[in-house]
C-alpha cells in the first residue's frame, strides 16, 4: 500500500514537472516580455557566475577572437553574429544599424554625439563613415561597460575617432563645450535610458548646441519606448520629425526609429 502511495506521488511530480517545462517552454516562445526576462535576468546571471564574466565581456572575446583587426565591417558582423545566435544584447542591431548608417550619410557630420554607448557598436558603425578629421563623443555612465567599448573600438581601428565620456549624460551635456571644444553638433544618436530622451533633447537645445539642420536620431522609439520624447518633438515647431518602423534588434519584435531634424 505505502510503496503504491510513492509510485503515484512520483509519477504525479514527474508530470508535474514535463507539464512545467512545456508550459514554460510555450511561455517563453510566445511571449516576448517572459522572454527577455528568461535571457536577460535568468539565463544571463546564471552564465555570468558559471563563466565567472559579464556577457558584455564574452561579446568582446567573441570580437577578440573572430574579427579583422582594424576592419570595422568585421567588427561588427561579429557582433551582430554573437548577438543574433548566442546572447541578445542591446546593441542598434543589423537592421536598424542600416537606417542608422543612411542618417549618418545625410547628416554628414563634422562633430557627432551619441548617448549610450554600451560595447561601442553604434559608435563603430557612426564613425566607420565620417569624414577626416570629423569625430565622435560618445557618453556611457556605466563605468564597466567602457573598457570593453574602448577594446572593440581599437579592434575596429577607429581609436582615433571616438572619445568616449564616462558620466551621466544631463552632467556632461553642459561641459560640452568647455572641456571637449564643442560649439555646434551636427548628429546626435540617441540609445541610452529611454526616459532621458526628453530632457537631454531639451537640455541640448538650452545649451546652444542645436544648429538649423542638426539631426537626432532616437532608437527604440517603440520599445521599450520614449513617448515623453516623441510627443515633445513632434509638436515642436522647431522639429521636422520622421518615422522608420524597424525590428528590436536581433528580433521579430516592432520596433521604430526617429530623426527629428532642428529647423532652428
Known amino acids: 500500500m505505502l ?3 510513492i509510485l503515484t506521488i512520483l509519477v504525479s511530480v514527474g508530470v508535474g514537472s514535463v507539464l512545467f517545462m512545456v508550459a514554460l517552454v510555450v511561455l517563453l ?3 516576448f516580455h517572459a522572454n527577455m526576462f528568461w535571457n536577460e535576468i ?3 546571471n546564471i552564465t555570468n557566475f558559471v563563466m565567472d564574466q559579464s556577457k558584455e565581456q564574452r561579446i568582446l572575446n567573441s570580437v ?3 574579427a579583422v583587426k582594424g576592419d570595422p565591417e568585421s567588427v561588427l558582423d561579429c557582433i551582430d553574429k554573437y548577438c543574433s545566435q548566442k546572447e541578445w544584447a542591446m546593441n542598434v542591431g ?3 544599424g542600416l537606417i542608422l548608417d543612411k542618417i549618418v550619410e545625410e547628416a554628414e557630420p563634422t562633430i557627432a554625439l551619441e548617448l549610450g554607448t554600451y560595447v561601442g557598436y553604434s559608435a563603430i558603425r557612426i564613425a566607420r563613415l565620417l569624414k577626416p578629421k570629423a569625430r565622435l563623443l560618445s557618453v556611457e555612465f556605466n563605468a564597466e561597460f567602457i573598457p570593453i567599448a574602448k577594446e572593440i573600438i581599437e579592434i575596429a581601428g577607429l581609436s582615433d575617432k571616438i572619445t ?3 558620466g551621466h549624460s544631463q552632467d556632461v551635456i ?3 563645450r568647455g572641456k571637449y571644444q564643442v560649439d555646434k553638433l551636427d548628429f546626435v544618436f540617441l540609445d541610452h535610458w529611454k526616459e532621458r530622451y526628453c530632457p537631454d533633447t531639451i537640455l541640448l537645445e538650452e545649451e546652444g548646441y542645436l544648429r538649423k539642420g542638426t539631426i537626432i536620431l532616437a532608437d527604440n522609439i517603440v520599445y521599450p519606448g520614449a513617448p515623453d520624447f516623441v510627443k515633445y518633438i513632434r509638436s515642436h515647431k522647431s522639429f521636422d520629425c520622421t518615422n522608420y518602423p524597424s525590428h528590436l534588434e536581433y528580433m521579430k519584435v516592432e520596433d521604430a526609429m526617429e530623426k527629428a531634424v532642428y529647423l532652428g
Open 3 to 5: 510503496e503504491g502511495w
Open 29 to 31: 516562445r510566445n511571449n
Open 42 to 44: 535568468v539565463l544571463e
Open 64 to 66: 577578440s577572437y573572430n
Open 94 to 96: 543589423d537592421e536598424k
Open 164 to 166: 568616449i565620456i564616462e
Open 174 to 176: 553642459p561641459q560640452l
